[in-house]
């Protein structure tokens, strides 16, 4: 049983271009949660999404950041016009229908913006 | 707001120590407590908790939860080099599913 996969494992942009991170849960699982990480801190909650629904995205900025879980396929973090703020690392998690709270992490996405 | 508080921030210790790490909470409609350990990358799920006093154990870690003073500690003993890791504390919300995590305890087992 595969765990939550995320890719790329690295990712590396400029000031000014996109970033897209895709998460594909557990098998089994339907809810995925999206988590920053940035350096010294702990992780921050930006969404969460059941399939080709967003059930909470308080924690998202407002601008240049989206997220879908289409019903076919892994769910994408978007992140257009990146700023050097935005390096870090953005986990994934999922966790099954009957018991939301029991998430499983990814091994993350590193994202550096030069 | 919301919030979840670890201690200590690190913790340097010899094989063989007994370590207690500490989480306490302010949240609102509390739901669960987990706790993960992150080495170099995914944080790996350890125990959730959502009574107070049952002890949850796994090996030579266990955890437990105090509803009343609104803090969960876990326990390692007979630490290990391989313990290293960060420790992190996370409380799940009653109208969310979302997880609000403290910002860990960095763990240091030397030989």
């Known amino acids: 049983n595969a765990g939550v996969m995320q890719n790329p494992r690295h990712l590396v942009r400029r000031r000014g271009q996109e970033a897209r991170l895709r998460c594909s849960p557990m098998k089994g699982h339907s809810h995925v949660y999206w988590y920053r990480q940035l350096p010294e801190e702990g992780l921050k909650f930006m969404v969460y999404?059941?399939?080709?629904?967003?059930?909470?995205e308080s924690g998202m900025p407002k601008e240049r950041f989206s997220a879908e879980f289409p019903k076919e396929g892994p769910s994408i973090l978007r992140i257009q016009q990146v700023v050097r703020g935005d390096s870090a690392a953005y986990f994934c998690?999922?966790?099954?229908?009957?018991?939301?709270?029991?998430?499983?992490f990814g091994p993350g996405t590193r994202l550096t913006v030069t | 707001e919301d919030k979840v508080v670890q201690s200590p921030l690190s913790l340097v210790v010899h094989e063989g120590d007994t370590v207690t790490l500490n989480c306490s909470y302010e949240?609102?409609?509390?739901?669960?407590l987990l706790w993960y350990k992150q080495e170099k990358k995914a944080p790996t799920f350890l125990f959730m908790l959502?009574?107070?006093?049952i002890e949850k154990k796994s090996g030579r870690l266990s955890s437990i939860l105090d509803k009343k003073e609104l803090f969960s500690i876990l326990n390692i003993t007979a630490t290990q080099t391989g313990d290293s890791a960060i420790y992190l504390c996370a409380v799940g919300l009653r109208d969310t599913d979302k997880l609000i995590f403290g910002t860990g305890t960095r763990l240091q087992v030397f030989p």
């Open positions: 959502t009574s107070s006093g």
């Open positions: 999404l059941q399939k080709e629904n967003i059930i909470d």
């Open positions: 949240v609102t409609n509390f739901r669960s």
């Open positions: 998690a999922s966790s099954p229908p009957w018991s939301p709270y029991e998430q499983y």
